[in-house]
């Protein structure tokens, strides 16, 4: 029973270290690279702000530095860039990625330009490799519509300004349901809309508010729904709705349509004296979400 505990506990390990082989550099101005894990090795290059790496290896040595007057903790890692450059960095600017960056799908130049910034009274936003627009910011929301660019893995950047000293971020999805005609057409303003979210989860990875855009698992989402509601497809389960196909299910007596249309990000702002102040992000997922 012992040995077989032993084996788990490395199995464990290892899909651990797996999970968290991809990383991007968070450090603006980038990251020496040397030719051994300490401070003393010889620099041979640079990755750059924003760079994808792989992991090779973790020294195991820990050590801290001052950035901007806070202790930032981290190990010596041997890294590799897309090109094949390597070396040893410090891995407290590094960010985790669930998967490769290089498979996640990037901006298309023939939908216009590429990553987004916003700024409001109380935080600077900026979306890396994104395309979309901020086309509203009202009362406690900034609202974001993309253009076909899903925000699913993106890197995301939020800076409080200076009379905040940290921010916490979750998150949720949006979920609609509003009433679906025999022709196949969404019936628009009729005042019955279905409007629900859950409840929000933590980003797991944030480092100086950097942090990536949740994985929209639609399908999930919807079949979590699906219980909760007691819903059961309706006959035009087939049909058309907006030019193309939406699941439709029965509900309150009639047929409705089912969209994720928003990830809703929260952000609760601590300002020096502790006082907390909550803002919103809503983001638009592409069509057919």
Not at 55 to 60: T, W
Not at 96 to 122: H, L, Y
Request: glycine share 8%.
């Amino acid at each position: 029973m012992k040995k077989f505990l032993f084996l788990v506990l490395i199995l464990v390990a290892v899909n651990t270290l797996n999970a968290q082989k991809y990383y991007t550099v968070i450090a603006k101005s980038g990251l020496n690279i040397r030719t051994e894990p300490n401070l003393n090795s010889q620099k041979v290059g640079k990755f750059e702000f924003g760079e994808n790496l792989e992991l090779i290896k973790s020294s195991g040595i820990t050590f801290d530095i001052l950035d901007e007057g806070k202790k930032v903790v981290g190990k010596w890692v041997k890294m590799q860039s897309e090109d094949g450059t390597n070396g040893y960095v410090f891995s407290g600017f590094l960010l985790p990625a669930e998967r490769n960056p290089k498979d996640v799908p990037g901006c298309d130049p023939d939908f216009g330009t590429c990553g987004i910034k916003a700024s409001n009274d109380f935080f600077d936003l900026e979306i890396f490799d994104f395309q979309g627009q901020v086309y509203e910011i009202k009362n406690d929301t900034l609202y974001v519509a993309d253009e076909m660019s899903e925000i699913s893995h993106k890197l995301i950047h939020i800076k409080p300004n200076k009379k905040y000293k940290k921010v916490k971020v979750s998150y949720t999805y949006m979920e609609r349901m509003y009433p679906f005609n025999k022709i196949g057409l969404i019936e628009n303003n009729t005042g019955e809309e279905w409007i629900g979210t859950d409840s929000y989860n933590e980003i797991k990875y944030n480092k100086g508010a950097f942090f990536r855009g949740p994985n929209l698992n639609s399908d999930k989402i919807q079949k979590e729904r699906v219980k909760k509601l007691n819903l059961t497809k309706s006959e035009y389960w087939g049909h058309n709705g907006e030019g193309a196909w939406v699941p439709t299910y029965n509900f309150r007596g009639t047929v409705y349509a089912y969209s994720i249309p928003y990830t809703l990000f929260k952000l609760i702002l601590t300002d020096h004296s502790g006082n907390e102040t909550i803002k919103y992000i809503q983001i638009s997922n592409p069509s057919g979400c």
